[in-house]
């Protein structure tokens, strides 16, 4: 008996010790973490006790099973691994007394193509979900010289939720959809050579985010008023972020305004809370890009996201160019298991209430949700979805700090993730192409049509179907049926006749309204959408009053839809929603003729074409804003001439051509001299001559010169143009100068600039034949991610000749450079492109320049088949090849670059892009411009 019982209590400790110490340990670790940060902190959120015990209840079963794999120190991930190095002391001090002290960067190393490289490192977020868990989020900063992926700031999310993926798949359906997003990508971290796990890479939204989407830097808003940066008493003064700019802060600058300016968001916050008239309507229209917001509240939806609300989580870029806001999509959460698949029209800032209430908008949205569904998208996207999930659900297995600690219940969740993007898609779709549009109707009485229409579409055209051949068009008008008065607007130039059918392009949508939810938390704002029918009235002159309609039918994207008739419709007015019809409106030409005097700005909207031998003349500062298609079409005889309105007249302002509406536009024989710019709190016109966001214009046989005060003599941004046969004399500073643009610059002359003659960002440019001497500084400056091809061009008497740098490519044949300080020179300027410039010429000659070519840090030049006279260039970072010391113009290589795999491989990428018709002009035979005759 006394043996049986030694043996219990042997056996009874053996097992209740080991469970004792794990109940104890448990329970320390619950309670520690509980009054850190549901005691002694007040997050704004629910720590729940019990949730506590669970979650280290998990960690701990989940931690043995890993270590017991070994594969803590040795993980096997097929992610890319971001390898990042604490002292012990600043693990310590960013967890001395959470979350303060997590929020205080301390140094580290971070391994950067295989070396360690100096950083510093905290943790981040406004939520526990980020740093009271093991695995915390983390904030790493590199210096300016190392760089990772081109960033200097990026985050490493802890994952938020149990699929593991909730924010990089939503982020990643926002880039689908062309939406401006941070860099992102799943990684696996290890922190002093121990396995962390997976984790989300997130760039931190800044400048670099914009030039890294060819995007012009402007200011970038962040709107935040909760957790860590809430205001005490919120909700007694503000209702929410659209209520004030002072609550919100600048994390990007325009340098060219004052760092504290918040002019653009002043504006846009003002109109947002004023009366919503038509007025109102148009000037949210000029100032937001209703394409890119039609695209947020789609992303929204099909996202299945509430996460930008009133009070969190808004980015907000204001582009100083284009002169529009476009949302930049941080911390979505996507498909969130706890939300139920109802997010079809998320209303809840007041700058989405003022949207839904926008015909502008409603089409945007309808054209993104056509261009998503219409190309497939969705199963492109459910496929990338699932291929991730596969991937992930593997990484998970030897996550040592994973959430949920359980590699199954994790699974179970993806699998769930994966139905809930899959059903989200569909209800989205089946809302979109179903709602109430098969109800609806038409009546026809006395030449007046009536038309009714339902559901969330709008029209793309409508036709009608007559009983007899139309001969001619028929009058007609349509009349909108508001709130206070009715619309009247004639058609007439729409139709489009095809025998016994009548056609019109005409964009009508249903009524929407936004009303207050019933679930608003007080003041909060917090609105549902519905549609009402919208009732439009035209009014039919037809020529043969025997001509009786037969059918009605619109095209709402699918093709066209039969409207059935019903006699008894009753008008219905349209209470909230502005611009319910759009369509294509008449714009008779302007001629402009003889001698035109500009006394002030002044915008035409309407086509614009000026006559041979016209003369504009600008009083002082007086300018001339664009927005159609203009044709200056003068001739040699009788060039058209842009002049001050006298001689001696202080600058005048700028010629702007804006928008797509500008596009085609046609300056032929012109001359422009004595302007200068135009510059307000919204917008800059940085040349004489201003080009924004203008695709297919020429310019050709045209002399510009003798400009004032401005950065530039021609600025283009967001433009693609041509110059033939162009003159660029006496810039004040630079006399082209092309920002994310592409251009083709052919027989022309830049002479005598005040600094660079041809100034490139983010460009791709080919500049043929074409004379660059005397300029103050660069004759060609390829920066910041440009690339340049060059053939046939003449650089003499400049600073430097040509400059590439920042990540920017140029190449170079049949140059003559002569005269100059230095002919070619390479080199990094702005760190955020991580690298410097590369420079090939082949078939040239340099003579009689001060200094010889250089290549500096993280830069190179490669020299072919060229003559130079004087010191050769030398270095790590020049290679020659086919190199004389001399000035001979025979070439003695039969190609224009050398066999094999001797340059580097984006260097040889460029060159075999260079377009047939382009490369033709190449002479490899001789070297120089020109046959090499100066």
């Avoid at 070396?115 to 915390?136: C, E, I, P, Q, T």
Wanted: charged share 20%.
């Amino acid at each position: 008996m006394k043996r049986l019982i030694k043996t219990i209590l042997l056996w009874s400790w053996t097992l209740t010790l080991p469970l004792s110490i794990a109940g104890g340990y448990l329970l320390y670790q619950t309670l520690d973490r509980y009054y850190t940060f549901a005691v002694r902190y007040h997050g704004g959120l629910a720590f729940p006790l019990f949730d506590t015990l669970v979650y280290e209840r998990q960690q701990l079963f989940h931690k043995i099973k890993t270590e017991t794999l070994g594969l803590v120190t040795s993980p096997q991930s097929s992610l890319p691994t971001i390898n990042i190095f604490v002292p012990q002391s600043g693990l310590s001090m960013l967890n001395s007394h959470l979350p303060q002290s997590g929020f205080n960067y301390q140094d580290a190393r971070l391994l950067i193509d295989g070396k360690l490289k100096n950083a510093k490192v905290r943790y981040r977020g406004d939520f526990f979900s980020h740093w009271a868990w093991d695995k915390k989020s983390l904030r790493v900063k590199t210096s300016k010289e190392t760089l990772y992926k081109g960033m200097r700031r990026f985050n490493l999310l802890a994952p938020k939720r149990h699929p593991q993926l909730n924010n990089f798949l939503s982020l990643k359906l926002a880039q689908s959809l062309g939406l401006l997003t941070p860099h992102i990508e799943m990684v696996w971290l290890s922190l002093n050579g121990k396995n962390k796990g997976v984790y989300l890479l997130t760039e931190q939204p800044s400048e670099s985010t914009l030039r890294r989407s060819k995007l012009m830097p402007g200011d970038i808003y962040s709107g935040e008023i909760i957790a860590k940066d809430r205001f005490t008493g919120i909700g007694k003064v503000w209702t929410g972020l659209f209520d004030s700019p002072s609550l919100w802060k600048k994390i990007a600058f325009n340098n060219h305004y004052a760092d504290s300016t918040k002019a653009p968001l002043a504006k846009l916050i003002t109109l947002l809370n004023r009366e919503w008239t038509d007025k109102t309507e148009e000037e949210l229209a000029q100032l937001i890009d209703m394409d890119a917001f039609g695209r947020f509240s789609a992303f929204e939806a099909l996202a299945n996201t509430k996460h930008f609300n009133w009070d969190h989580n808004w980015r907000l870029y204001y582009d100083p160019w284009r002169n529009k806001f476009l949302p930049l999509i941080w911390d979505p959460v996507g498909w969130d298991p706890k939300r139920p698949t109802s997010a079809f029209a998320v209303i809840n800032t007041k700058l989405l209430k003022k949207l839904f209430q926008s015909g502008y908008f409603l089409r945007a949205r309808d054209r993104a949700f056509h261009e998503f569904y219409n190309s497939e998208k969705d199963k492109i996207f459910l496929r990338f979805a699932e291929s991730t999930i596969k991937i992930i659900r593997n990484e998970v297995k030897s996550d040592p700090l994973l959430r949920l600690g359980d590699v199954v219940l994790v699974s179970q969740a993806m699998d769930k993730f994966i139905l809930k993007i899959n059903e989200t898609f569909i209800q989205v779709k089946n809302k979109w192409l179903n709602e109430k549009s098969t109800f609806s109707r038409y009546f026809f009485n006395e030449n007046t049509l009536g038309l009714m229409i339902t559901g969330y579409r709008p029209t793309l055209r409508i036709r009608l179907t007559f009983t007899q051949t139309l001969t001619q068009p028929p009058h007609k008008d349509v009349i909108i049926f508001g709130h206070d008065t009715h619309q009247k607007s004639d058609l007439s130039h729409l139709a489009e006749v095809n025998n016994n059918q009548l056609s019109l392009p005409i964009s009508l949508i249903a009524n929407h309204v936004v009303e207050n939810h019933p679930n608003a938390p007080g003041k909060k704002p917090l609105y549902m959408l519905k549609t009402e029918p919208g009732f439009y009235r035209f009014r039919l002159n037809p020529s043969n009053k025997n001509n009786k309609l037969i059918t009605v039918e619109a095209d709402f994207g699918s093709g066209w839809e039969l409207i059935k008739n019903d006699n008894s419709l009753t008008p219905k007015f349209f209470s909230q929603l502005k611009s319910p019809a759009l369509f294509k409106k008449p714009h008779s030409p302007i001629i402009w003729s003889g001698t035109i005097e500009v006394h002030e700005t002044q915008t035409i909207n309407r086509p614009l074409t000026i006559e041979p031998g016209t003369i504009v003349r600008f009083h002082p500062n007086a300018s001339l804003i664009l927005t159609n298609k203009v044709t200056i079409a003068g001739t040699p005889k009788k060039p058209i001439e842009f002049l001050p309105k006298f001689p001696s007249s202080p600058p005048w302002g700028a010629v702007v051509l804006k928008g797509e509406g500008a596009n085609g536009s046609v300056f032929s024989h012109c001359q422009m001299g004595g302007g200068s710019g135009l510059k307000g709190e919204l917008f800059e016109y940085s040349g004489m001559l201003s080009i924004h966001d203008v695709k297919g214009l020429s310019i050709s046989n045209c002399r510009f010169y003798d400009n004032h005060r401005v950065d530039d003599m021609v600025h283009t941004v967001y433009s693609e143009l041509s110059f033939d046969n162009v003159t660029f004399e006496n810039a004040v500073s630079d006399a082209l100068d092309l920002d994310v643009s592409s251009a083709t610059i052919n027989n022309s002359r830049f002479i005598n600039s005040g600094n660079d003659a041809v100034d490139l960002m983010t460009t791709q440019a080919t500049i043929l034949n074409t004379l660059f001497a005397q300029n103050g500084d660069k004759g060609i400056s390829v920066g910041e991610g440009s690339h340049l091809v060059g053939i046939n061009n003449q650089i003499s008497n400049n600073e430097i000749g040509v400059q590439s740098k920042d990540r920017s490519t140029a190449l170079l044949f049949n140059h003559t450079f002569m005269d100059n300080q230095i002919a070619l020179h390479a080199y990094r300027k702005n760190w955020r492109y991580g690298g410097g410039g590369t420079i090939f010429l082949s078939k040239s000659l340099i003579r009689k320049n001060n200094k010889p070519s250089s290549a500096e840090k993280q830069s190179s030049l490669y020299l072919f088949d060229s003559a130079i006279e004087g010191e050769l260039p030398s270095g790590k970072r020049v290679e020659l090849e086919a190199i004389e010391n001399d000035n001979k113009v025979k070439a003695t290589e039969s190609n224009y670059f050398p066999d094999g795999n001797k340059l580097n491989g984006e260097v040889q990428r460029l060159l075999l892009q260079i377009p047939q018709e382009v490369a033709q002009q190449i002479n490899s035979k001789t070297r120089g411009a020109n046959g090499g005759v100066d």
